[in-house]
Structures are given as C-alpha cells and as structure tokens.
C-alpha cells in the first residue's frame, strides 16, 4: 500500500513539474523579450544597458528558460529525482525572494513569470511561489520514493530530446522572431483600430470614474457625470482615478519626422503598403542585411509603396548609419520602448496595409535580392494568407511530450494491471 506522504509528494512532482515547464515553455517563446524583463528587474542595482548589459541578460534569459523547462520535464518523466528535487527547492526558494523584492520594490508592473502569454502582478506572483514553495519542499523530502516512467536504459531518449528540443526552440525564436506573438501589435492587428479603440475605452473608464466634488454651505459632496448637482452647488475640484491617469497605454505608437511632427496618423491612415524597418538603435542593428534593405527601399518606391527607417537614435548614430549603409531612405523617430515591443529583432521589418500588419520579419528572414520584387508584389494580395511562424522549431519538444505521454499510460496500464491481479486472485484465493 501506498504511504499517503508519497501519494502527496507524487502529486506535488506533478504541479510543480508542469507549471516549470509552462512558466519555461512560455518564456523560451520570446527569449529577448524575458531578456528585456529581466533588465528591468537588474536596473536599479546593475546598468544592464548598451551592448555588453543586452548580451548579458540575453545569457541569462537562455539560462532561465532552458533550466526552468528542463527542470520541469526531468520531475515529470521521474529521472534524476533528487539532483532535480534540490535545484526546484532551490530555484522556488530564489525566485520567492525576487517576487518579494518585486512586490517591496515595483521594479515592474507585471512579473513576466508565464513571458506575455499570462500577465501576473508582482503580488500575484509572490502568492503563487508561496504555494509552489512548500510543494517543492514535499517533493525534495520524498524525493527517493518518486515513480519514474523511464528504465534507466530508456530515460536518456526522452531526456536528450527535451535537451535539444528547448535549445532549438529557444534559438530559433531569438534568431527569427517569436513562436506565438502575444503583444500588442502582432501581424494582422488593425493599429488604426485598435489605437481608436484603446483611447475610446480609456476615455470611458476615466469619466466613469472620475468624482466632482461640490460644495452648498458648510457641506460638501461627491457626484458622478451622470448625476451633476444643480447651480446652487459651487464646484470644488476633480477627483481621477490615479490608476487610470498613470496607465500607459498598450499601443504607443507616435513616429515623429525630422521636423519632430507625429506621422502616425499619415502612417496609419494612409492607403496602400507601407514598410518600417525598425531598430532601437542604429548602432547596434545588424549591417549583414544592407544590401537587403537597399533593395526593399528602391523597388518600393518603384511599385508605389511607403518606406521608413525608425529608430530611437540620435542624428549622429542616424547619420553614421546612413554613411556606413548608404541608406537613403527617409528616417522617423520613435522611442526604444515601442519599438521592441513592436519587434524584437534588430534590424526588424514590420508592414502595414491600410494601417494593418500584414507582415513581420526578423532581418535573418529578409528576402534576398533577388527575391525582393516577388515578395514585394506578393504584398498587394489581399487574399493571400497571413504568414505565421514555421512549426519545424516545435518538433522535437512535441516528440518529448509523445514520449512523456506514452511513459504516463504505460504506468498508468501496469498499475492498473497490477491491481486487477492483485484482486484476482484475491477473489480466487491464490498464494500471492
């Protein structure tokens, strides 16, 4: 008979086993996106900024995603049980410490625990390590006693292909762009729409909640927009909600010309196609693509199109770029913020049809010379479908999770088997 301690600690290999390998899955989908979270996190106590402080947190973004996944799936499949016990013990006992840090300090607005797939406050996450903590403790101190769905002539297949499986995943989704995009301006959002819509909504929310304090004689009273009082109240003030005043806005997209006027409304409402090709810096864009961009640029203009560079470069960084590129094309300014969350590659290419993505491409997936003329007029196709990422960068973590299945039913068949015996020949009588 199983002790009910194990029964307790198997189900808690199990919680904890999963959401590692969700928390890992979803962070490894936008390896330089928990790249820039975990900037945040290190900037009051470390400069993380410029080249060398960007190829730092991208290491350990690499590090954590991996790690968390890996630990995850080694707890589920049962393999090196206690070795993995101690490092999720040790891994919930860090990361409980930097939630609390978080919750004291506000260093962000969301934790970027589950990347941006699944948005928790600072407080929220802190509660749920709190919950994840003593679980990783029941699994450390009953750790010899957990199921393994593997021999140990078997296990190192599975192991081996979740290995491979989140270095393949992680690389491809930093070298081209994420596997699922769950930002804001992912390819077929309607920005016009969408930027129309958010303001709407805020607008809404903040006369909603918005209170007019009046005063008649020695009283004083709050009312609502809906329920103004008469003109023998003298008005006080305005009294917003400080949430809603300080909220920043999912979509900031505010281009400005040399002259420092907004285009986004040009941008957006414009017919036709437009394309943006977008680095936060031009001194630490990628070169290797030059000859690329300067054929985008010059059959765009033949065909009719739009064409930008944007950045949040100064005019010496813009300049150098143009002697270093020979880039002739017009440039626009936009903050850093936006444009990685608008696209995380540098350079990146992002194209709007009548103010609506239709295209995203990291500079690795930027079509050759000589294919530039048919990827350009393949844009005017309104029927075409839009492009989605390939699956290829998902084989191998979907075989592990085959395996893994397979190793749960052929526990789950041979304990049930077990038990049918076992009763059978209760039922009969027979010598155990």
């Known amino acids: 008979m199983i002790h009910p301690r194990h029964t307790l600690a198997e189900v808690a290999r199990v919680i904890v086993g999963l959401v590692f390998v ?16 975990i900037g945040q996190y290190l900037t009051p106590i470390l400069d993380v900024h410029g080249p060398k402080g960007e190829v730092f947190t991208l290491v350990i973004s690499f590090i954590l995603c991996g790690s968390e996944f890996l630990l995850g799936a080694f707890l589920l499949m049962g393999v090196y049980r206690k070795l993995c016990a101690r490092l999720s013990l040790l891994f919930m006992l860090v990361m409980t410490a930097v939630s609390l840090y978080s919750v004291l300090a506000h260093p962000v607005s969301d934790c970027g625990c589950f990347g941006d797939a699944i948005r928790l406050t600072p407080l929220e996450t802190f509660l749920k390590n709190l919950i994840l903590l003593p679980l990783s403790f029941l699994v450390l101190r009953d750790a010899r006693a957990l199921r393994h769905l593997y021999s140990r002539r078997e296990r190192w297949v ?19 762009l994420p596997y699922r995009d769950f930002r804001p301006y992912s390819i077929g959002t309607d920005l016009r729409r969408a930027i129309v819509q958010e303001e709407e909504e805020l607008q809404k929310a903040l006369i909603g909640s918005t209170k007019y304090l009046y005063k008649k004689g020695g009283e004083s009273k709050a009312f609502d927009a809906t329920n103004l009082p008469d003109s023998s109240w003298t008005f006080v003030e305005a009294q917003q909600d400080t949430r809603l005043v300080d909220y920043l806005p999912k979509y900031d997209f505010s281009p400005l010309d040399s002259t420092g006027q907004s285009v986004a409304q040009e941008l957006l409402e414009g017919k036709g196609i437009t394309l943006l090709l977008l680095a936060p810096s031009w001194r630490t864009a990628s070169q290797s693509v030059i000859d690329e961009v300067a054929e985008l640029y010059q059959e765009s203009l033949a065909l009719g199109y739009h064409f930008y560079g944007v950045s949040a470069s100064t005019s010496e960084e813009t300049a150098e770029w143009r002697y270093q590129t020979g880039a002739s094309y017009p440039m626009l300014q936009l903050d850093a913020t936006p444009i990685r969350t608008i696209i995380r590659s540098q350079p990146g290419l992002v194209v709007l049809r009548d103010g609506r993505i239709i295209d995203k491409r990291a500079y690795a997936d930027f079509p050759s010379v000589e294919n530039v003329s048919h990827y350009l007029k393949g844009l005017q196709d309104t029927e075409a479908p839009l492009p989605s990422p390939s699956a290829t960068r998902t084989y191998l973590l979907w075989a592990w999770a085959g395996l893994l299945l397979l190793g749960f039913l052929r526990f789950w068949a041979r304990k049930l088997h077990l038990t049918i015996h076992l009763h059978l020949k209760k039922r009969l009588h027979l010598p155990q």
């Open 158 to 176: 599975p192991a081996i292909l979740a290995v491979v499986g989140i270095i393949y995943f992680m690389v491809n989704n930093y070298r081209h």
């Open 22 to 37: 969700l928390s890992g899955l979803l962070k490894a989908v936008d390896p330089v996106g928990t790249a820039l979270k």
